[in-house]
């Protein structure tokens, strides 16, 4: 009978500690997948404030104009490229930097009108969709989330202005779904200066044309030999991007 290394044992423990720590609570979409609709989970459907719902409408007429005459979902799907021209529309039309704070150059837009604003490009051109969202949603949200305001300063008006895009490297070859099986590490500098990265990254939207990559990587811990994930800012001008 085969034995379990320590670190498939480590990882057992972990998922064990995340899965059956407390009492079990079902979710909604849980629930769905066993068949059950929780109504009251999710009704009454939340109204927008007036200010909010009339923003929405704004950017909302304002996107489904520009995909009808500026993006052609064939010709993209044809070149395999979204033209720079159409993210420098998207950031002028302020689609690039919907829900980032106001301050940031973003709209400011809650995550309600985000849905809606998506749901129009996504119905008009699949692609556009998906890079928009992974520039969005994942390549600058930890910066939006936890970022320093150092960085935000720095970084969140060029993204939200589409003078930059952005992408978010966590998938392996062997991490992914599993997101705490990543093995890219990041030891120090030897300058003390910084950080050098080693490992291999795959299947990252935007990855071939990001100016800043959130990457995840592992580094070193004393209390723990497999080390920590943290999260890296990597803009491309960075040695080795």
Known sequence: MATLTDLEKKQIAQAEEIFF???????????????????????????LPEASK??????????????????DPAQIDRDAEIPDRI??????IGVLGMTIETKYGGLGMCQQNFCRI?????????????FVNAHHSIGL???EL???????????????????????????PEAGSD??????RAELASDGEGYVLNGEKRWITNGGIADVVTVMARTPDPADPD???????????????
């Open 21 to 47: 720590s407390g009492p079990q609570k079902e979710g909604f979409c849980k629930d769905l997948f066993f068949g059950r609709f929780r109504d009251q989970s999710i009704m009454p459907y939340p109204e």
């Open 54 to 71: 009339k923003l929405g409408d704004e950017i909302l007429a304002r996107v489904t104009s520009y995909c009808e005459n500026e993006i």
């Open 87 to 92: 993210v420098k529309g998207l950031g002028d």
């Open 118 to 130: 998506m749901e129009v490009i996504g119905g008009h051109c699949g692609s556009t969709a998906v």
């Open 141 to 143: 949200r930890a910066l």
């Open 146 to 172: 936890f970022g320093t305001e150092e960085q935000k300063t720095r970084w969140m008006g060029p993204l939200a202005r589409g003078e930059q895009t952005a992408a978010f490297a966590l998938t392996e």
């Open 179 to 184: 997101a705490g099986n990543v093995r890219t």
């Open 227 to 241: 080390g920590k994930i943290t999260a890296f800012l990597f803009p491309r001008e960075s040695p080795g991007f």
